[in-house]
């Protein structure tokens, strides 16, 4: 094949997972879809752009193969297959961990497009697991984004931070500062979704959530044991027993590539009275 032909292919998409508030469920997003769009057959990698906390790579169960990390390649002192790990269980999927001490200004923007520009080469999806907020490692991971994954929970503070951070999307990004490009696709993912809270009116419904935010929806994940388990074990939610949020991740990541999937909201099937009392199945 031509150099020519080689380049008219399609390069792979470059998705930001992102949120205005800490403690959202990005890091347990991102390795949710990156696993779930791995296991569907499409090459995905999934970068961690929060040095110094580095949470990625124990979600994903690799923190013991981490030997050089995605500061180390945008610095050149390793190349960037030497610091992507190749996923155990799902051998389209891989991590690109970070720097859990070096200095966050070290995410530079031409560091942070070469890397990504070498990756779109070999990857279809390229999932950049942002930090919260609006400070340079946020802004990093969002700069050159194809898309955009917004997490909130349906709570007040956290939906206002997430409409700042569409704001952002809307005006600091690359495609934001280039004349005729598109805009980046904005998506709103709603975690820790509580039918009860909701009753008692300590949350917000998700009409209301969409109505602030005025995005589309790609899911609508159920507060869940399973995802602190599965954080625990090293295993994206989507590839550890089956669950209310595995599924509903499940079907976000249908609606991501496009398909036409009913909005459901689904809750883990509460235990009954026997086995409360004996802890076993009945």
Same mark, same amino acid.
């Given at each position: #094949? ?5 380049? /008219? /292919? ?12 800490? *403690? ?16 569907? *057959? ?5 970068? $961690?752009? $929060?040095?110094?906390?580095?949470? +990625?790579? #124990? ?14 390649v945008i610095q050149g002192d390793a190349k960037l297959k030497q610091a992507l790990i190749r996923d155990r269980r799902l051998e389209t999927l891989s991590v690109l961990p970070t720097s859990q001490t070096? $200095?966050? =200004? ?10 990504? /520009? ?6 279809? &999806? ?11 490692? %946020? ?9 955009a994954i917004v997490v909130t929970n349906p709570e007040v503070s956290s939906v206002r931070d997430s409409d700042r951070v569409l704001g952002l999307l809307n005006s600091i990004t690359d495609r934001a ?5 598109? @805009? ?9 979704? =509580? ?14 959530? !969409?109505?602030?935010?005025?995005? @589309? ?10 995802? !602190?388990?599965?954080?625990? !074990? ?6 550890? $027993?089956?669950? %209310? %949020?595995?599924?509903? &991740? ?8 496009? /398909?036409?999937?009913? #909005? ?8 009954? +009275?026997?086995?409360? !009392? ?5």
């Amino acid at each position: #094949m031509s150099k020519d032909l080689k380049l /008219e /292919e399609p390069l792979g998409k470059v998705i930001v997972v992102t949120s205005g508030k800490g *403690g959202v469920g990005k890091t347990t997003t991102s390795a949710a879809v990156g696993a779930e769009l791995a296991r569907r *057959g499409h090459k995905t990698v999934v970068i $961690d752009f $929060d040095v110094g906390l580095r949470n +990625l790579d #124990m979600i994903m169960g690799c923190e013991r193969r981490v030997v050089f990390d995605f500061i180390n390649v945008i610095q050149g002192d390793a190349k960037l297959k030497q610091a992507l790990i190749r996923d155990r269980r799902l051998e389209t999927l891989s991590v690109l961990p970070t720097s859990q001490t070096r $200095d966050k =200004d070290a995410l530079t923007k031409d560091g942070v497009q070469k890397v990504l /520009e070498e990756l779109r080469q070999e990857f279809d &999806y390229i999932i950049c697991d942002s930090p919260a907020g609006i400070e340079r490692g %946020a802004q990093m991971a969002m700069h050159f984004a194809d898309e955009a994954i917004v997490v909130t929970n349906p709570e007040v503070s956290s939906v206002r931070d997430s409409d700042r951070v569409l704001g952002l999307l809307n005006s600091i990004t690359d495609r934001a500062g280039k004349a005729g490009a598109e @805009p980046i696709k904005a998506h709103v993912l709603i975690t820790r979704h =509580d039918k009860s809270r909701i009753s008692n009116g300590e949350m917000m419904t998700v009409e209301d959530v !969409l109505e602030v935010l005025a995005e @589309p929806l790609l899911g609508i994940i159920p507060e869940s044991k399973a995802v !602190l388990r599965a954080s625990n !074990l090293g295993v994206p939610v989507v590839l550890d $027993d089956p669950s %209310a %949020a595995a599924t509903a &991740y499940e079907d976000a990541v249908g609606r991501l590539i496009g /398909e036409q999937i009913e #909005m459901r909201i689904a809750a883990d099937r509460r235990p009954g +009275l026997l086995q409360r !009392l004996f802890g076993r199945a009945v």
